[in-house]
């Protein structure tokens, strides 16, 4: 793309001061700005322009039809001549895009306004166009959408089990009845509870990681002791399941020096994402002693990933369409957030998965303080 200037006269150049004056208003604004003659015939245009129809030139004259073909969000061609005569008032329009050469796609903004191109009662008549790229503004109001869309149907869900739960107890002590059924119900009402907590402690993480405000606080980390710490917490969940988990540690394992925090995190979200998609066999965490760092995986005998959902796996808010997968809650976030804190602690995750018989999510932690040294 040419991000040069070019201005053709509209109007007749007695008054130079004046024109001149209009050529530097036009050329020094950020969006484009395209007038067109009654005949929707290119008259007068700015560089930014260019830069938006990916082109190098415009003739004057030339028709706005074989310069600009928008298409819709279904990817049908816009008429845009048609567009542009139908209008008697100023309006705009949010939800027309154009498709480059190379297969990338931009989502436009048009105001598009009758005006007369000229000086005085002569001034021809015509129409000015506005365009302005706001394919980031567009990417953010659907990344919001879904957002919303998400997190209201993941909310919605344990909310309403808590709720009924509780109210089930409640129900039951103003009878006198079983006090197993009040635990039970209170335990399920526990369970939903801290499954928001943990989707809450995602969304902060993934609020501060967007906004760049995540700090990385080193500290010696005992990779022994973390292991089994974790295996240990999250053994009573595996059981309840009837799995077992597993422990590999690299007998020559020294201090890690990383984030701690961010370290167990994301060894959590392999660790929750194991269980949840395991139904049967176990899970197995491990520990390798790197010449820079450690080499942490966790295994398991799970559903899998099919290849279609590999690509995806670490976008924000994806889950597989798997009937498996959706059986289980989930925001999307886990490995999303995950990816974030890895990139913060210059740690690199790899996977490998094969459907119905499992994954093994593999991350290595490099010692920040022997990164520094190197770099």
């Given at each position: 793309?040419?991000?040069?200037?070019?201005?053709?006269?509209?109007?007749?150049?007695?008054?130079?001061?004046?024109?001149?004056?209009?050529?530097?208003?036009?050329?020094?604004?950020?969006?484009?700005?395209?007038?067109?003659?009654?005949?929707?015939?290119?008259?007068?245009?700015?560089?930014?322009?260019?830069?938006?129809?990916?082109?190098?030139?415009?003739?004057?004259?030339?028709?706005l039809g074989t310069i600009f073909k928008p298409i819709d969000k279904n990817n049908q061609p816009v008429d845009i001549v048609?567009?542009?005569?139908?209008?008697?008032?100023?309006?705009?329009?949010?939800?027309?895009?154009l498709a480059y050469a190379d297969g990338s796609l931009s989502n436009l903004y048009i105001s598009i306004a009758p005006v007369?191109?000229?000086?005085?009662?002569?001034?021809?008549?015509?129409?000015?166009?506005?365009?302005?790229?706001?394919?980031?503004?567009?990417?953010?109001?659907?990344?919001?959408?879904?957002?919303?869309?998400?997190?209201?149907?993941?909310?919605?869900?344990?909310?309403?089990?808590?709720?009924?739960?509780?109210?089930?107890?409640?129900?039951?002590?103003?009878?006198?009845?079983?006090?197993?059924?009040?635990?039970?119900?209170?335990?399920?009402?526990?369970?939903?509870?801290?499954?928001?907590?943990?989707?809450?402690?995602?969304?902060?993480?993934?609020?501060?990681?967007?906004?760049?405000?995540?700090?990385?606080?080193?500290?010696?980390?005992?990779?022994?002791?973390?292991?089994?710490?974790?295996?240990?917490?999250?053994?009573?969940?595996?059981?309840?399941?009837?799995?077992?988990?597993?422990?590999?540690?690299?007998?020559?394992?020294?201090?890690?020096?990383?984030?701690?925090?961010?370290?167990?995190?994301?060894?959590?979200?392999?660790?929750?994402?194991?269980?949840?998609?395991?139904?049967?066999?176990?899970?197995?965490?491990?520990?390798?002693?790197?010449?820079?760092?450690?080499?942490?995986?966790?295994?398991?005998?799970?559903?899998?990933?099919?290849?279609?959902?590999?690509?995806?796996?670490?976008?924000?808010?994806?889950?597989?369409?798997?009937?498996?997968?959706?059986?289980?809650?989930?925001?999307?976030?886990?490995?999303?957030?995950?990816?974030?804190?890895?990139?913060?602690?210059?740690?690199?995750?790899?996977?490998?998965?094969?459907?119905?018989?499992?994954?093994?999510?593999?991350?290595?932690?490099?010692?920040?303080?022997?990164?520094?040294?190197?770099?």
């Amino acid at each position: 793309m040419t991000n040069h200037s070019i201005i053709k006269p509209f109007a007749k150049k007695q008054d130079s001061l004046a024109y001149s004056r209009l050529t530097s208003l036009i050329n020094s604004m950020a969006d484009g700005v395209l007038a067109v003659d009654k005949h929707i015939n290119v008259v007068i245009f700015n560089g930014a322009v260019l830069n938006i129809l990916d082109r190098n030139n415009i003739k004057e004259g030339q028709s706005l039809g074989t310069i600009f073909k928008p298409i819709d969000k279904n990817n049908q061609p816009v008429d845009i001549v048609k567009m542009v005569e139908e209008t008697t008032l100023p309006t705009t329009n949010r939800d027309l895009r154009l498709a480059y050469a190379d297969g990338s796609l931009s989502n436009l903004y048009i105001s598009i306004a009758p005006v007369h191109l000229g000086y005085g009662e002569k001034g021809q008549e015509g129409y000015v166009l506005l365009l302005r790229d706001i394919t980031t503004e567009k990417s953010l109001e659907e990344e919001r959408d879904e957002f919303i869309s998400v997190v209201s149907h993941e909310l919605r869900t344990p909310i309403a089990i808590a709720e009924g739960n509780i109210s089930n107890a409640q129900f039951i002590v103003e009878k006198e009845g079983d006090l197993k059924t009040v635990a039970q119900a209170l335990k399920e009402a526990h369970n939903q509870v801290i499954y928001l907590s943990d989707m809450i402690n995602d969304l902060s993480t993934l609020s501060r990681a967007e906004r760049g405000k995540l700090t990385l606080d080193i500290e010696q980390i005992n990779v022994h002791d973390l292991i089994v710490e974790l295996a240990n917490n999250y053994r009573p969940e595996a059981q309840a399941k009837g799995l077992k988990i597993n422990t590999v540690l690299d007998p020559n394992l020294s201090l890690l020096s990383s984030s701690k925090l961010y370290t167990r995190e994301m060894l959590q979200n392999f660790i929750t994402n194991a269980i949840k998609y395991t139904p049967k066999g176990q899970i197995t965490i491990s520990a390798k002693q790197k010449r820079y760092g450690v080499e942490f995986s966790v295994a398991d005998t799970g559903i899998g990933i099919s290849k279609a959902d590999q690509e995806r796996i670490f976008d924000k808010f994806y889950r597989s369409e798997d009937y498996r997968t959706r059986q289980s809650n989930g925001t999307g976030l886990g490995l999303y957030v995950t990816m974030k804190l890895a990139r913060i602690t210059h740690s690199e995750i790899t996977f490998s998965s094969e459907l119905n018989k499992g994954s093994v999510f593999t991350i290595l932690i490099p010692n920040i303080a022997v990164t520094k040294t190197k770099n």
